[in-house]
């Protein structure tokens, strides 16, 4: 392992040049500072030096996700996890990003220049730089519905199988024959777990797999005018979708098209935000318990940190049952096909 | 949720009968004690009164596994669980149990009269009792390498597919082209897991899928003789097996067929148990990091305990390379086609 007199040596400067670098002392230029911090996590010093410290300070670095207040999706999860971190005398920092402060300096200097032990990351993409780095860092990270395959890198998030299958198979015992998928954006690990799950639970409740009754949409509501009457045309009695943000523009497009819910057709969103009891009618959904998600975030971050390599970490999700379902009015599968013409 | 005094009423009986029953005083028969459990758990009054008592006192059921030195796999899991059961002040027994205890006595009830908040069930098959009943229980239970649907149970395991996967990026970039599998026995999660992360794998790095090239087995050496001729002739360089046991059987039944190993044929174990050091030659094997896994276990039983319904931990594995693999040492694909006269 690097010692401080190599970087020394590396870079050509003191040994008390580096000792500065690496302490923040004020009397050293930033950009000297900065090719300290980089060469040190080259080197693989970073690592060795924040387990020395041995303090109780991690992050949470948020790209891309709504956190403020208590009806976004990042907020619980904010919540959760610093709970578990008060429990364990830990120190939280929330810190929001953006693409500028991931060009400027790479995850793992940021890292050490600011002495977190550990991150967690939330609503990064896989495009993202600070998760491109993620494959070769010595950091302990936690990702929220992300997988790196990096033995100091974490993988927490809902079971989407067991949720998927969880409505589908309510839908199934419902009398539901032509359910529809309005998923999330594409090239999400997210996206193409709860497609095969959607398939698959169909095969197992004999339902058939229709292309024409699955669509990608993005997480907000205005996704929804794309697909519905698509979904309509080919029958559709029921829409499960991969939010409840995508799942109130599927209730306001089927209201504008002159469907009743859930006369017509039966609407199930994805998370339970506190949106879903707000909404008319009430909203049927996929449960993510998004404290639990952070408390677990907090705990595997905590094991990352002890050396401990946990890969994935997934939680149950629960079907909450509210008014936009109901079981089908159709009683046979003329029916379907007779909405087609 | 149920009182005392619903049990007294259900069985026909005194409220203090029912109290000497959950509470195990001497002066009532065993026979009344039974039935006074039973009913306590098929009232869920069970759950509540294990969680009244807010002790801190949980077991590992262990079923065909074999744990009590160092050499077998269930050993350090077992450490892995009690180590951090203590820095958490829990109490822990260890309980090996059998076909007859699991008929004698269901699971809920054998939790509730000993006051256990938790289990972690090791070696069982999904067609043991015990596992039939944790659809319904409301103990929670930490399982390995199995799943159940109810947020109560946990699985805890490696990640098979990032196993497999390191595995066979191995081989392939030392030139394998017909790489075998000898994989567990069927009907179990980890087999099927370990088969699909195969095939996925080898489609990964542009190998074919050949299914002469994979054989299933049990976890014990003897397995290896009714495979290994078949993986010859069929042009096998290197053996991928489900266990370092099996791996073992392999060397030796290529010994006998007077094939070197790893000139010849590369062998690949999973688990690295001390054994794998002790193989000439030294086995390269996938580690599945054992106190970790017992450890998690523990981390796992304590969040479903509070609440936290976790549904899958799984654990990175590691690629060990010792003496058993080798660079390819045929140099095209005649050679291959050569093996089959």
């Known amino acids: 392992m690097a010692t401080i007199k190599d970087i020394a040596t590396k870079l050509g400067i003191a040994v008390s040049t580096v000792s500065k ?3 923040g002392a004020s009397d050293i230029s930033e950009d000297m500072r900065q090719r300290v911090l980089d ?6 010093y970073a690592s060795k030096r924040i387990q020395k410290l041995g303090n109780r300070k991690v992050c949470i670095l948020i790209e891309n996700m709504e956190y403020e207040n208590i009806d976004q999706f990042g907020y619980e999860i904010i919540v959760g996890f610093k709970l578990s971190a008060a429990r364990r005398h830990c120190d939280v920092s929330v ?7 991931q060009t400027q300096e790479k995850f793992d200097s940021f890292m050490l220049k600011c002495g977190y032990s ?3 990351l939330l609503g990064f993409a896989l495009h993202d730089d600070y998760i491109k780095q993620l494959d070769k860092t010595t950091v302990p990270t936690v990702l929220l519905d992300n997988y790196i395959p990096n033995k100091h890198v974490g ?4 079971d989407g199988y067991n949720g998927i299958d969880l409505a589908v198979k309510y839908l199934a015992d419902n ?3 032509n359910i529809a998928l309005l998923n999330g954006s594409k090239n999400s690990m997210v996206t193409d777990e709860r497609y095969l799950a959607f398939t698959q639970s169909l095969n197992r409740y004999s339902l058939k797999v229709n292309p024409d009754l699955i669509g990608n949409g993005y997480y907000v509501p205005e996704c929804a005018k794309y ?3 698509t979904f309509l045309e080919h029958g559709a009695t029921a829409i499960v979708c991969a939010s409840d943000l995508i799942a109130s523009g599927v209730i306001a497009e089927l209201n504008r098209l002159n469907k009743r819910v859930p006369q017509d057709v039966s609407v199930i969103g994805f998370d339970d935000l506190p949106i879903a009891q707000h909404l008319t009618p009430t909203l049927t959904t996929i449960r993510q318990d998004r404290v639990a998600i952070g408390k677990s975030a907090f705990m595997m971050l905590e094991e990352l940190i002890s050396g401990v390599s946990i890969s994935k970490l997934l939680l149950k999700p629960e079907l909450i049952i509210r008014n936009s379902t109901d079981r089908c009015s159709q009683t046979n599968d003329f029916l379907a096909f007779d909405a087609l013409k």
């Open 39 to 44: 060469t040190a996590v080259e080197m693989g």
């Open 95 to 101: 810190i929001p990003t953006n693409l500028n402060m």
């Open 227 to 229: 697909h519905v009457s």
């Open 175 to 177: 009398g539901h024959k």
């Open 155 to 158: 993988y927490v998030g809902t």
């Open 21 to 23: 670098g690496l302490n």
């Open 118 to 120: 550990g991150a967690f």
